[in-house]
């Protein structure tokens, strides 16, 4: 069974950093693309960065370059987003996606305020 399970949210001053974790199980991490996505408050769903299968090539959005890092450690099973200057329109729920299965973690909660 495939699971994605993100951890690392919390709330933190503009200009702070979080490093969130996306934990894959029920599949080799080395074989799927993977995607970080977010969700504001009656927002839609945005795509934030995604990385492939070996970390050689990543995307992001024009709103995060610069500030946001992806990741991944095939090894570990796991997939990282290092956020750096955060902002408060960052805030958001950050979701991580496998490419290849379809599936969706249950997401992890950042808050950017003063």
Avoid at 67 to 96: G, H, W
Wanted: charged share 15%; proline share 4%.
């Amino acid at each position: 069974q495939v699971q994605l399970v993100e951890s690392g949210g919390g709330l933190v001053q503009p200009g702070g950093s979080l490093r969130l974790s996306c934990k894959t199980s029920g599949f080799p991490l080395s074989t799927s693309a993977m995607t970080w996505y977010r969700q504001a408050p009656g927002g839609g769903r945005q795509t934030v960065a995604l990385i492939d299968t070996v970390g050689r090539i990543t995307s992001y959005a024009d709103s995060v370059k610069g500030r946001f890092t992806i990741s991944r450690d095939n090894d570990k099973e796991t997939v990282y987003l290092q956020m750096n200057n955060l902002k408060p329109e960052d805030t958001a729920v950050y979701f991580c996606y496998t490419n290849v299965h379809g599936t969706w973690g249950q997401g992890t909660q950042v808050t950017v305020s003063s």
